[in-house]
């Protein structure tokens, strides 16, 4: 069974990785449809500002951390994130390029599943 604290938590991530995913699509899309940056390099950086974002309101509203190795931390939490963008880059392609699916939902799905991976990683191995 899974307790309370484990669910507030997971829903708190989910609420910063929404707000997350809000700088995540405007910075793609600023970057791919008006600057014509390549797909994939945009998606990087709009994953990579995103996560900056995210490991500021994980690390002090959901996980309320008090770590003060915070170098440390960040670090784990990054290279979480950065594993988390080659799946991400991955379900991407695949949905978008191989499967030919619109790349802004091919985007949804793959936000999704690293929403998991990095929920899980950072609960186990960060926070």
Known sequence: MIDKFFVLKFLKFCSVGFSGMIIDFGTTWLLKEKIKINKFIANSCGFV???????????????????????????????????????????????????????????????????????????IFTF
């Open 49 to 123: 500002l995103a996560a900056s974002s995210n490991y500021i309101w994980n690390r002090i509203w959901t996980f309320k951390s008090h770590n003060e190795q915070i170098t440390t931390e960040f670090l784990s939490f990054l290279v979480i994130s950065l594993l988390g963008l080659g799946l991400n880059n991955l379900v991407l392609w695949v949905l978008s390029d191989k499967l030919k699916q619109n790349f802004y939902l091919s985007k949804v799905f793959a936000i999704g599943t690293v929403t998991l991976w990095n929920f899980g990683m950072n609960f």
